[in-house]
Nanobody
Framework: QVQLVESGGGLVQAGSSLRLSCVAS????????VTWFRQAPGKEREFVAT????????YYDDSVKGRFTASRDSAKNTVYLQMDNLRPEDTAVYYC???????????????????WGQGTQVTVAS
């Protein structure tokens, strides 16, 4: 069992930055990757970014490439999402989710994940 807690969201103006944190606890030793999703009101949850723990390989959705950066601090069991040049369309609840044990066929799909945080609200004013 893995527990995840997101933090760092808030209300910011377009063009500004936020850094989200995802702190993992519990049985974290077999974590394969942590992925960020977001969900805006009335929309489906969508993939944002992922970081693979074996080599810190990252992948990003096209909508955030060049603006968002995923990283981690293994000593703190924490994954970060640095969000720069935020846009109003980035407004959403941001969730982190963990893959444990190994890869999945569709890492961009929320249904591939068993472990989720509660989410943190990011609001970007226009």
């Amino acid at each position: 069992q893995v527990q995840l807690v997101e933090s760092g969201g808030g209300l910011v103006q377009a063009g500004s930055s936020l850094r989200l944190s995802c702190v993992a606890s519990g049985r974290t030793s077999r974590t394969y990757a942590v992925t960020w999703f977001r969900q805006a009101p009335g929309k489906e949850r969508e993939f944002v970014a992922t970081i693979r723990f074996s080599n810190d390989q990252t992948y990003y959705d096209d909508s955030v490439k060049g603006r968002f950066t995923a990283s981690r601090d293994s000593a703190k069991n924490t994954v970060y999402l640095q969000m720069d040049n935020l846009r109003p369309e980035d407004t959403a609840v941001y969730y982190c989710a963990a893959l444990v044990g190994g890869p999945v066929l569709n890492y961009r799909q929320p249904d591939s994940y068993d472990y989720w945080g509660q989410g943190t609200q990011v609001t970007v004013a226009s």
